[in-house]
Structures are given as C-alpha cells and as structure tokens.
C-alpha cells in the first residue's frame, strides 16, 4: 500500500471516529481492515445535472471518494454497470455501497458481542458483508442479493479479501430459512414492510434492523428485538435511507402532466419545510404514503414544493404566498398538515420515542414511549 493510501485510510476511520460512528473497538478495527476499493473497482458519481458519470482507479477523485463518508452508486436501472469509457448517463441507482457512517451506525445498532449468526440482505458490493465476516468469522455470515450478476460479483470481491460468508442468490423478502436461525437481520436495502419470514427467521431474543421504504423519505430506521414471531423496538434517533427493494413500485413525479391542471387553492397552516423535519418527517413519511416531492420554481414565479401522490393527486406549496394548491382526491397537503398536527399534539417528540411493534401476521403498530400508546396502526403495510 501507498503513503497516499495509508493517509487516505486514516483520514477516513479518523472521520467516522470524530463523527462518533466506530466508538466500538471491534468496528473500528474490521472498519480499518477491510479494503472498501476491493469491493468498489468502479462506481458512477453524480453530475450537477441529475446525470452520473462512471469513474475508476484511474481517475484522480476515486480514492477520494472511495475512503470518503459517501454512498456510491454501482448499479443503473438494474442493469448499468460503471463503465468509464461511457460518457454521462441518465439512470436511477438500484447498487450501492452504503454510507460508511450508516452501515457503521447500523452494524452497533446490532449490538453483537461475538459469534452471533447474522443475516444480511441486499449483498450489494459485499463490502458490508466482509465487515460481518471479519467481525463474526465468514461461517457466521449469509446474506442474500436479488441479482444474480451483483451477488456473484460479491462472492469473487469478498474471496479476493479472504472472506467466504454464503451469499444467495434471491429475494431478500424471504430470508432464507435453510441457514436459521438468525441472532440478528440486517437489512441494507429497504422494505415497506417488514416481512413475516424475518420474524419466524431470528431466535427469541434476537433483533433485525432495518429501514422501512417511504416515498417521502423519513429514514425510518428500526431497531426491533424479537420474540415469539413479533418484532418490537424503537426507530433510532439518527435517520437512515436505502433504496427500496426491487418489487417496489415508486412513487413519480408528475410535473408536465399537473402544471395543465387546476386544482383548489387555500392558505397553507404549515410551511412545506415541517416535511423534513428530523423528527416530524419521521412520522409524515410513515403515514403519508405513496407521495413523492419536488422542488420547482417556475419562470417568474415563487420557489415551490410539490407533492405527486400514486393516484395523480397533487399539491403545490408557495411558502413565499402560504397558498397551496391542490388536485385529485387525496388531498395530499390536509394529510401533511393534520399528521404535523398530530405530532404537535403529541409534544413534538424527538424520532427515537417512536416505535413498532410487527406481529407474526405482519400487522404494523405503532405507539409513543410504550407498547400501550399505539399512535397509528398498519400503515408499515402498504406497497
Ligand atoms: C444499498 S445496496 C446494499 C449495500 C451492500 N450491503 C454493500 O455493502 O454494498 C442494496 C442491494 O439490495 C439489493 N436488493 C434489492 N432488492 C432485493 C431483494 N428483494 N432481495 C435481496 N436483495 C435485494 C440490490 O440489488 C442492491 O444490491
């Protein structure tokens, strides 16, 4: 290894450390032994212009970026590998290696001591696995990946670095029961729900953390221990987002299609900034589903933010006016509103007061400080 590598290495477990991610000794030692370049040879970066653009160790900026606190993208539209010969593309990410931070801050939220049996889903780049497998010893490892070319590509990498944890090929959803059960799920690759095989998969005792996928974001990440088929726990007081799995169908935005249509205009009682509220926008996410959001400020006009629900819905905030307009039969901005009531009501609280309980039928509940207080029920089931 180079100088200039070793200083990059130490730059970043330096950062990640001052960030408070790698307070545990273990971490920071499997942080500090496993080559991420091994696992990212090439990854797109993005372009001022929404666009990516494909980059590899012959590029001046990768091993910046690859010993950075950043994601990087290594998959388009589930099929795009970075090529850096080609020039910049349009794509939506569907592989990437995680957030260090993230994985690091998820990775202690398992809170293992040694010689549990984890599974992960969404393989990925196999980077994160090769952290398990370097903290758990590769026998106690499995993670599953839903595409066959990213799973094998995984396999080689983490060979490469001397770790053979079992990657399947297949749907994460699922689990994989023949190598339960599990101390702790992972998942690093988001769900809208969290499904019943990771319960019936992880002993009494156990946990699974993940993120649940909202179109609105929210990061909603849970921590839930498990018992008897049921998981329960509190969201973590830091935010945390990952691409969807594959079988879900995202909400879009429909601007060309909304801007020819005329809804009905009233005074907002919100500003469209209570949407990333760390904590508020926890529970607008959760409970608002199936709507999206875009910034735009027409030519001459005010700074908007508008919503696109999946039925065609729409609403378009003018903070600068405290007008909203809306279209279609959700009105989407009166749902934002009355959850943000909600959460005033409840004395504003902070993200990690909320939590989940699953039952082994998949119903989602979800409550403030105790079990008892269900604030709303099953809105984790939708798709
Ligand atoms: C954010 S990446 C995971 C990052 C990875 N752990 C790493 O260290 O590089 C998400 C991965 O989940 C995979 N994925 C999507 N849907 C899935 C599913 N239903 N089952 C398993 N993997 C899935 C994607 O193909 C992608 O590789």
Same mark, same amino acid.
């Given at each position: 290894m180079t100088e200039q590598r070793a200083e990059d290495i130490a730059r970043f477990l330096a950062g990640l450390e001052a960030d408070g991610y790698l307070s545990d000794p273990a971490w920071k030692q499997a942080f500090g032994a496993v080559p991420r370049h091994v696992f990212l040879p090439a990854f797109f970066l993005p372009l001022p212009d929404g666009r990516w653009q494909a980059i590899d160790? %012959?590029?001046?900026d990768y091993w910046a970026n690859v010993y950075a606190d950043t994601t990087l993208t290594t998959q388009l539209d589930g099929t795009v590998s970075p090529d850096p010969d080609s020039g910049p593309l349009s794509g939506t990410g569907t592989c990437s290696s995680t957030q260090p931070g993230l994985m690091a801050l998820m990775l202690d939220a398992l809170c293992l001591s040694g010689g549990e049996r984890v599974l992960e889903i969404g393989t990925g780049t196999g980077y994160n696995a090769a952290l398990l497998a370097h903290r +758990? &010893? %590769?026998?106690n490892v499995a993670s599953v990946e839903v595409d066959p070319v990213v799973a094998d590509l995984a396999r080689q990498r983490l060979a490469v670095c001397g770790y053979r944890p079992t990657v399947i090929t297949g749907? &994460? !959803?699922?689990?994989?029961? !023949? &190598? &339960?059960?599990?101390d702790r799920i992972i998942a690093t690759v988001s769900v809208p729900a969290v499904p019943p095989a990771w319960l019936a998969q992880v002993r009494d005792g156990g946990a699974i953390v993940v993120s649940l996928w909202r179109d +609105?974001?929210?990061?909603p990440l849970v921590r839930l221990e498990v018992n008897a088929g049921s998981g329960q726990g509190f969201f973590l007081a830091e935010a945390g987002g990952f691409m969807p799995v594959r079988a879900v169908n995202r909400a879009a935005a429909a601007l060309p299609t909304a801007v020819k249509q005329t809804g009905t205009t009233r005074p907002t009682r919100h500003p469209s900034h209570v949407l990333h509220h760390p904590d508020a926008g926890l529970w607008l996410a959760l409970r608002v589903t199936g709507v999206t959001w875009l910034g735009f400020t027409p030519d001459g006009g005010n700074e908007q933010m508008w919503l696109f629900a999946s039925d065609g819905s729409w609403a378009a905030v003018d903070d600068t006016a405290g007008q909203v307009e809306q279209y279609g039969p959700r009105e989407v901005w009166d749902e934002i509103e009355t959850v943000f009531d909600r959460w005033c009501d409840a004395g504003s609280p902070t993200r990690d007061r909320l939590g989940l309980t699953v039952t082994d039928t998949g119903a989602h509940r979800f409550w403030l400080d105790s079990p008892n207080a269900v604030v709303w029920d099953d809105a984790g089931a939708r798709r």
């Open positions: 160790a %012959s590029h001046p +758990l &010893g %590769s026998a749907d &994460g !959803e699922q689990g994989w029961p !023949e &190598g &339960g059960p599990y +609105l974001g929210g990061g």
